[in-house]
């Protein structure tokens, strides 16, 4: 019997030990385009765009519909996203570009910051990114391309040192010329960027293909897992503020529909019925971007099922800000509105995560432990990163949740203590202007009874602005915030 039960418990460890050393790291997929608003995918019922990948992906996923952008604007964005800090601690509290005047100003993410791919790569990952990075400054001489003809040059290289654990590099800061895009490719000198006649989401679902596809090996180790970032810079508008670098294919697909039957948020009006100039002149070329970029993350996920990837591969479909297109009279993002605010995120696992919609109040520093932590890299997220690890409460959908999101909007490089600050919770929208830059004193809105937020209720709950002006107190605090609105 002794002999048996010896036997019994070498072959059960000898399993548990061949378990443990074939048991495969999952990889990383980010599809992480630009400026898309939550209201624009077609499952959610609200913007009347089409969308039929990003619908099917959402019934394989978990779907964030309270997701926000906490600063909604480029870089402060991305820079959160990688290193799990907010803006005040990562070092991007505004855009990384230069000027004259700004030139003094060191806006970029730091070369010491570690990020998640620095600990995938020290993990032995082989890691990607194609697209658009926006965390690098301009620098002098700069360099001779379109973004960077203006006033404010916005477009630079990013050295081998800089790119935080991605070997693979096929990439450019800011460049928002969609039908000819440029890109620096891996061994490229910082002149040596080139131009491509294709329209910047095709191309880049064609280089992620490569990436998956990985003929020859030539891309990727292949003894190693790995992630991809793709970073398509669609819907965003182009270079001059429109939204006109778009193929007539995707335009067409919306046939003789006019703003009148695109733009169907009541925001999108005036007080006197008419359409906003911005939702008149370009909501049907902003939804035919929309629509061009859910056929190339449809074509990215089919051949990432073609490689047999997609059952141990994490899928995450992320974007950095919304646009307001023409609500509230304006365009752009980085207001507190939920249609600069909310964007999509989607999370999909087949071997871990049940699919589902989830309203938990997640903030963008959030994603990087928690997906280090689903990854099962836990032991390896710095001691620095604030954001808040979810991956328990994923897996089980027990645990306490967050109650509130922080809001930010710094009025320029030189005074980061003015601007806007603000919460969101499940019901409300609260936020101060320090300086009266876009509005008198505190806006308040009510997203339940008002969810296209088109009153400002502040005067008639000065209680509710008190409380919630409480949670605004702890989460500058906690950020490291300068912002003296509340003083």
């Known amino acids: 019997m002794k002999i048996t039960h010896l036997l019994l418990l070498s072959s059960f460890l000898l399993a548990s030990c061949v378990k443990d050393a074939t048991e495969k790291k999952p990889n990383l997929l980010v599809i992480f385009p630009d400026q898309w608003r939550a209201q624009a995918m077609g499952f959610m019922g609200e913007d009347p765009v089409l969308t039929p990948n990003i619908d099917k992906l959402a019934g394989e996923s978990i779907v964030f519909t309270e997701a926000v952008a906490n600063y909604p604007l480029c870089s402060p964005m991305r820079a959160m996203f990688l290193t799990g800090k907010y803006p005040f601690q990562n070092g991007v ?17 730091a070369q010491d910051q570690k990020c998640w791919s620095d600990v995938l790569k020290e993990k032995g990952y082989s890691q990607g990114y194609i697209g658009k990075w926006h965390l690098e400054k301009p620098q002098k001489p700069f360099l001779d391309c379109l973004n960077n003809k203006g006033k404010n040059k916005w477009n630079e290289w990013t050295s081998p040192q800089r790119r935080h654990g991605f070997d693979y590099w096929y990439a450019y800061n800011t460049y928002d010329y969609h039908l000819r895009p440029l890109y620096w490719s891996n061994d490229a000198g910082r002149e040596d960027f080139h131009y491509v006649d294709q329209w910047s989401p095709i191309h880049e679902a064609d280089m992620a293909i490569n990436y998956l596809e990985n003929k020859n090996g030539k891309l990727r180790d292949e003894s190693k897992p790995f992630s991809l970032v793709v970073a398509m810079n669609p819907p965003h508008d182009d270079g001059e503020g429109l939204y006109e670098e778009v193929p007539q294919k995707y335009i067409d697909y919306y046939g003789a529909k006019t703003f009148k039957d695109l733009a169907v948020r009541p925001n999108a009006r005036q007080e006197d019925g008419s359409y906003t100039e911005w939702a008149k002149g370009h909501i049907k070329n902003y939804f035919a971007m929309v629509t061009g970029v859910d056929e190339q993350i ?23 800000h919304g646009d307001l297109l023409g609500s509230h009279n304006t365009r752009g993002k980085e207001f507190h509105y939920e249609e600069s605010m909310r964007i999509p995120l989607f999370i999909r696992w087949p071997e871990k995560l049940k699919p589902r919609s989830e309203d938990l109040m997640l903030s963008i520093p959030d994603i990087y432990p928690t997906i280090l932590t689903l990854m099962g890299f836990e032991d390896a997220i710095p001691k620095e990163v604030t954001g808040r690890n979810f991956a328990q409460y994923l897996i089980t959908e027990k645990g306490n949740t967050p109650q509130s999101q922080l809001y930010i909007r710094v009025k320029d490089r030189r005074e980061p203590d003015k601007g806007l600050r603000g919460v969101r919770t499940q019901r409300y929208t609260l936020a101060i202007d320090h300086g009266n830059y876009f509005f008198d004193g505190a806006v308040l809105h009510d997203n339940i009874s008002d969810p296209y ?20 107190k702890d989460w500058l605090e906690k950020t490291n915030d300068p912002f003296s609105g509340l003083q």
């Open 298 to 320: 449809g074509r990215i996920l089919q051949s990432l099922k073609k490689q047999g990837l997609d059952e141990n591969t994490i899928v995450m479909l992320i974007a950095d």
């Open 93 to 109: 509290y505004e855009n990384c570009m230069s000027n004259e005047i700004d030139a003094i100003y060191d806006i970029q993410l």
């Open 453 to 472: 937020q088109m009153e400002n209720i502040a005067t008639e709950k000065p209680e509710i602005v008190d409380s919630l002006k409480i949670v605004l």
